[in-house]
């Protein structure tokens, strides 16, 4: 899923959180001489020591590709310089649309970047150009959560510094009006639907107010997760047939049918996608992953919202739903000898950097992998985030799967929603389309990696 940063949500995140791994602030117009450098190591079992001098103290240039997101990336840039000044790294933006395109065919060449931002969704694309970190594996599994998933063939290549996933947001004076109460908040599917119920308004048979609004996402917000919640995996055993036609996958289209159609608390017909249609308070509750908190925060400014956690079948999950993580950087193995090494020791101080964690998850809305930074209060500051703590380990990652898995039962449902479609045929369809788009794949699911798995 495509992340882009808000300017404004930036500013307000980069203003309150130091980047320099000691807490020291920073000011674009004159870094140097705001950023407090740290003297001794730091970090958790990885650990950075800015006493180590990078490239014998010779002058050395690398690249920085990233998309949308200039000034996060820069205050990282400018406290690790501050250490190492005579490290510069050019931060060179590139628009999502296009990044995907130039980076590949740059990393192909003799000069492409040393350092580039990576997002699992191009996993296939970038990883025959990428170096294995120069940090032992035992490390990175003391101090971040999810890293076995990210070892292939005894290395790894980048992790996740943040976990984002789906929430319910509700309108707090949509809540009140409805006579509703925290003590109302859902735990259960069953009881979510009598809340929406409650917050349903209609004219005669005209639709005002939207108790629930699923347009656009249900696939990546529904079907996409609640698999889990009744103990059943995205892929087969092989971690590779798609498990998109099963029984579980078939209740949760029913629900989400039977929630129009029989408990009328939303409509396919009422606004065309479910985010804008809460953000323009026309609806009630929406399920969102976390990046929706700063998009209410910035565009829609104005609606008073509060965050609960996903409800389940029956309050005992095998798990809540699907996350997907924000990766790391990727060092580029086609880079001269002395390039990698900064990007190798570049990432190794955005990993041991807690100021840099926060700053980044909080930017991004994601829960930190770095398990040390838990229950750390700026997180949990923001609600969207405080919702997960208490079961962010009860939360999958399926591993990079091709985009087909989402669009095709994006087009079943619609199928079902728009063109009278039943629900077994449209999914054994869906089923049919990613098998043949996935023949190629080299994608395997590591669901079985799940903490809990059975």
Known sequence: MKKKLIAAMLATTLAVTGLTGCGGS?????????????????????????????????????????????????????????????????????PWEDYWTKLPLALDGENGPAIFNVHNSYHENLINYMA????????????????????????????????????????????????LTDEDIPKTWDEMREVAKKLTIKDGDKLIQAGLNFNDDFHQNYLLGLNYQLGENLFQEDGKTPNVNSDAMKQIMQMLVDMY??????????????????????????????????????????????????????????????????????????????????????????????????AFNIA????????????????????????????????????????????SLKKAGQDIFFNGVDIDTAFDEAQKNIIKDMKNSSFVSVENLYAYAE
Do not use: C
Not at 329 to 356: E, H, R
């Open 132 to 179: 294995p970190l120069d940090i032992p594996i035992e490390d990175l599994q003391a101090d971040f959560t999810g890293v076995d998933a990210h070892v292939i063939d005894g290395q790894v290549y980048y992790i996740d510094y943040g976990m984002m996933t789906g929430s319910v947001y509700y309108n707090k004076e949509m809540w009140e009006a409805a006579g």
């Open 364 to 407: 991004m809305s994601t829960f930190p992998a770095k398990k040390s930074l838990a229950d750390n209060e700026e997180i949990l500051a923001n609600p969207s985030l405080e919702v997960l703590a208490e079961h962010i380990d009860h939360y999958i990652w399926p591993g990079p799967m091709p985009s087909t898995v989402e669009t």
């Open 26 to 94: 920073t000011d674009s117009k004159d870094t140097e001489a705001k950023i407090e450098v740290p003297t001794e190591p730091f970090g958790d079992t990885i650990k950075y020591d800015p006493s180590v001098e990078i490239n014998d103290g010779k002058d050395i240039t690398v690249e920085l590709w990233e998309w949308g997101s200039d000034e996060l990336f820069q205050q990282v840039i400018d406290g690790y310089t501050a250490i190492h000044p005579n490290v510069t790294i050019k931060l060179v933006n590139n």
């Open 261 to 358: 159609e029989k408990d009328g608390v939303g409509s396919k017909d009422f606004g065309e996608k479910g985010a804008d249609s809460f953000g323009q308070g026309q609806s009630a509750m929406v399920i969102q992953w976390g990046h929706y908190y700063n998009t209410l925060k910035t565009t829609w400014s104005n609606i008073d919202f509060g965050v609960f956690e996903i409800p389940t079948f029956d309050g005992e999950p095998y798990a809540y739903n699907r996350y997907n993580g924000e990766s790391t950087f990727g060092v580029n193995k086609n880079a001269p000898a002395d390039q990698q090494a900064v990007a190798q020791d570049f990432v190794k101080y955005f990993l041991a950097n807690d100021d840099a964690q926060v």
